[in-house]
C-alpha cells in the first residue's frame, strides 16, 4: 500500500494535478446550484483515489494523515454499528459509508495537490451562485425562504460556509501576480455567501458568526494597526445594522419571530413554534439520554420512544414527530451514547486543532488553508446547534470532502514549506 513520497509541482501543472484541480472546483462551485452538485467533484476524487489504492501508489502518510483518517473511520464505523444493532438495513449504512469513500479522495490529493486558484475559484464561484440564486427567489419570485435543491436549513448554512470560506482565501489572493482581481473575487464571493444564508432565513448559521470573525482575527488581524482594527470593527457593526435594517433580506423578521417564539414557549402559550419545537426535541431527547447515556437508543428507538413521549404528553406532538433532535451533539448522544457524541466531538475538533497549528504561519498560502480548515470544523459546530446536519446527504459531503480536499493541500504546503528550510 505505501510508496515513496513524491514532492509535487508547485504550480499544480501536471494533469493529475489539473484533474484534482477540476474536481475540487466542481465540488464547491455546483454544490448549491445543481442538484447534488456537491457529489460530481467528490466522485471524481473517489474514482481517482481508488486507482490509486489498485495501483499501490498510495502516499507515505504522517502521523497527522492518520489522525485525519481515524476520525472519519471512528465516525463511519460507530454510525454503521448502530444501524445494525438498530435494523436499519443498507439506507442506515448509506451516509456513513460516505466518510469512508473521503478516505480515497483524500489519498489522491495528498499525491496530486491542485493549484489552490482551482480550489479559491470553486469556493468563491460556488458563493457567487448560491447568492445570486438565493436573491432572485427572495426578491423576484418571492419565496419566503429561499433554498437550492435541498433543504432550506442545509441551503442557508451551506451557503453561509462557502462565503466564510472565501474570507479565509483573501491570505492567498492578496500573494497573487493578479492580486485585486482576486481580491475582488473572493469578496464578492463572501457577499455572495452570507447573502445566500441571509436570504434563506437559516438563523443557525448567523449565530457563530463572530466565533467566525474571531478565527479570522487570529489568522489575519494581530498584525493590523490599531486604527485599521477599529475601522474593521467599525466596518462589521455598520455591516450587521444595515443587513438588520434592510427588510428585503428578511433577517428583522426571522430575529423578531425568534424573540417570539421564546416568549411563547416560556409563558407555555403555545411549545409548537419552530424554536418552541426545538427546545422540546432537546427536552425529550435529554429524558432518553438520561435512560441510556453509553449505548444510545439508535434511530429507530429514538424515534419510538420520542413519539412514546409524545402521546404521554411530556412533550408536544409536534416536537415528538421529528426523526433527530434538530442538534447535531444531543442527537448523536441520544442515539449513540456517550461513544458517539465523543467521536462527533473528536470529527470536528482534532481536524481544527490540526489546522490551527499554521493559522500564523509566514507562508498565506499555507495559513489561508489552515484558516479554511479551521472555520470548517467551527462552521459545522455552530450548524449543528440547531440542526443535526450529519443527517442529511448533503452536510455529509460538504464535510467530509471538502476535509480531505482542505487537508491533502495543507499536508503538501506544510511538506514542501519544511523540505525547502531543511534545504536552505
Given at each position: 500500500?505505501?510508496s515513496?513520497?513524491s514532492?509535487s509541482?508547485?504550480?499544480?501543472?501536471?494533469?493529475?494535478?489539473?484533474?484534482?484541480?477540476?474536481?475540487?472546483f466542481l465540488?464547491?462551485?455546483?454544490?448549491?446550484?445543481?442538484?447534488?452538485?456537491y457529489?460530481?467533484?467528490?466522485?471524481?476524487?473517489?474514482?481517482?483515489?481508488?486507482?490509486?489504492?489498485?495501483?499501490?501508489?498510495?502516499?507515505?502518510?504522517?502521523?497527522?494523515?492518520?489522525?485525519?483518517?481515524?476520525?472519519?473511520?471512528?465516525?463511519?464505523?460507530?454510525?454503521?454499528?448502530?444501524?445494525?444493532?438498530?435494523?436499519?438495513?443498507?439506507?442506515?449504512?448509506?451516509?456513513?459509508?460516505r466518510?469512508?469513500?473521503?478516505?480515497?479522495?483524500?489519498?489522491w490529493?495528498?499525491?496530486?495537490?491542485?493549484?489552490?486558484?482551482?480550489?479559491?475559484?470553486?469556493?468563491?464561484?460556488?458563493?457567487?451562485?448560491?447568492?445570486?440564486w438565493?436573491?432572485?427567489?427572495?426578491?423576484f419570485?418571492?419565496?419566503d425562504?429561499?433554498?437550492g435543491?435541498t433543504?432550506?436549513?442545509?441551503?442557508?448554512?451551506?451557503?453561509?460556509?462557502?462565503?466564510?470560506?472565501?474570507?479565509?482565501?483573501?491570505?492567498?489572493?492578496?500573494?497573487?501576480?493578479?492580486r485585486?482581481?482576486?481580491?475582488?473575487?473572493?469578496?464578492?464571493?463572501?457577499?455572495?455567501?452570507?447573502l445566500?444564508?441571509?436570504?434563506?432565513?437559516?438563523?443557525?448559521?448567523?449565530?457563530?458568526?463572530?466565533?467566525?470573525?474571531?478565527?479570522?482575527?487570529?489568522?489575519?488581524?494581530?498584525?493590523?494597526?490599531?486604527?485599521?482594527?477599529?475601522?474593521?470593527v467599525?466596518?462589521?457593526?455598520?455591516?450587521?445594522?444595515?443587513?438588520?435594517?434592510?427588510?428585503?433580506?428578511?433577517?428583522?423578521?426571522?430575529?423578531?419571530?425568534?424573540?417570539?417564539?421564546?416568549?411563547l414557549y416560556?409563558?407555555?402559550e403555545n411549545?409548537?413554534?419552530?424554536?418552541?419545537?426545538?427546545?422540546?426535541?432537546?427536552?425529550?431527547?435529554?429524558?432518553?439520554i438520561?435512560e441510556?447515556?453509553?449505548?444510545?437508543?439508535?434511530?429507530?428507538?429514538?424515534?419510538?420512544?420520542?413519539?412514546?413521549?409524545?402521546?404521554?404528553?411530556?412533550?408536544?406532538?409536534?416536537?415528538?414527530?421529528?426523526?433527530?433532535?434538530?442538534?447535531?451533539?444531543?442527537?448523536?448522544?441520544?442515539?449513540?451514547?456517550?461513544?458517539g457524541?465523543?467521536?462527533?466531538?473528536?470529527?470536528?475538533?482534532?481536524?481544527?486543532?490540526?489546522?490551527?497549528?499554521q493559522?500564523?504561519?509566514?507562508?498565506?498560502?499555507?495559513?489561508?488553508?489552515?484558516?479554511?480548515?479551521?472555520?470548517?470544523?467551527?462552521?459545522?459546530?455552530?450548524?449543528?446547534?440547531s440542526q443535526?446536519?450529519?443527517?442529511?446527504?448533503?452536510?455529509?459531503?460538504?464535510?467530509?470532502?471538502l476535509?480531505?480536499?482542505?487537508?491533502?493541500?495543507?499536508?503538501?504546503?506544510?511538506?514542501?514549506?519544511?523540505?525547502?528550510?531543511?534545504?536552505?
Open positions: 500500500m505505501l515513496t513520497p514532492f509541482s508547485p504550480t499544480g501543472s501536471q494533469p493529475p494535478q489539473l484533474f484534482t484541480g477540476v474536481a475540487v465540488l464547491a462551485a455546483i454544490a448549491l446550484v445543481v442538484p447534488s452538485g457529489s460530481l467533484g467528490a466522485l471524481l476524487l473517489v474514482l481517482a483515489g481508488l486507482v490509486l489504492i489498485a495501483l499501490r501508489r498510495v502516499p507515505i502518510l504522517t502521523r497527522q494523515d492518520g489522525a485525519i483518517i481515524a476520525v472519519l473511520l471512528a465516525y463511519a464505523a460507530i454510525a454503521m454499528l448502530e444501524a445494525w444493532l438498530d435494523g436499519q438495513g443498507g439506507k442506515g449504512f448509506d451516509k456513513p459509508s466518510f469512508i469513500l473521503a478516505i480515497p479522495a483524500l489519498f490529493v495528498l499525491r496530486y495537490p491542485p493549484n489552490l486558484a482551482f480550489l479559491w475559484s470553486g469556493v468563491a464561484v460556488g458563493a457567487i451562485s448560491a447568492g445570486t438565493a436573491g432572485w427567489q427572495k426578491l419570485e418571492g419565496v425562504r429561499a433554498q435543491h433543504h432550506v436549513i442545509q441551503f442557508g448554512n451551506l451557503s453561509m460556509l462557502l462565503g466564510v470560506l472565501c474570507l479565509a482565501g483573501l491570505g492567498w489572493a492578496v500573494v497573487q501576480r493578479q485585486n482581481v482576486w481580491v475582488v473575487f473572493m469578496m464578492l464571493g463572501a457577499m455572495g455567501g452570507i445566500g444564508s441571509l436570504f434563506s432565513g437559516s438563523r443557525g448559521g448567523w449565530v457563530g458568526f463572530p466565533i467566525v470573525l474571531m478565527v479570522l482575527y487570529r489568522a489575519y488581524g494581530t498584525g493590523f494597526s490599531p486604527k485599521l482594527k477599529v475601522a474593521a467599525v466596518a462589521v457593526l455598520i455591516a450587521g445594522v444595515a443587513v438588520y435594517a434592510v427588510p428585503q433580506l428578511g433577517v428583522q423578521s426571522r430575529v423578531h419571530q425568534a424573540f417570539n417564539d421564546i416568549n416560556i409563558s407555555g411549545r409548537s413554534t419552530s424554536l418552541g419545537s426545538r427546545f422540546e426535541m432537546w427536552r425529550g431527547a435529554t429524558l432518553l438520561q441510556k447515556p453509553l449505548i444510545g437508543w439508535g434511530s429507530n428507538g429514538y424515534e419510538q420512544a420520542m413519539a412514546a413521549l409524545g402521546e404521554e404528553g411530556v412533550i408536544e406532538q409536534e416536537a415528538a414527530s421529528y426523526g433527530h433532535a434538530h442538534n447535531e451533539f444531543i442527537d448523536a448522544f441520544a442515539k449513540r451514547g456517550l461513544i457524541l465523543f467521536v462527533l466531538l473528536a470529527l470536528y475538533i482534532i481536524p481544527m486543532r490540526l489546522f490551527a497549528r493559522l500564523g504561519a509566514d507562508n498565506l498560502a499555507i495559513r489561508s488553508i489552515a484558516t479554511a480548515g479551521v472555520l470548517l470544523s467551527v462552521t459545522y459546530i455552530d450548524f449543528g446547534l443535526a446536519f450529519l443527517t442529511h446527504n448533503s452536510g455529509v459531503m460538504m464535510y467530509t470532502f476535509l480531505a480536499s482542505f487537508w491533502g493541500i495543507y499536508a503538501n504546503l506544510t511538506r514542501e514549506a519544511s523540505h525547502t528550510k531543511f534545504q536552505s
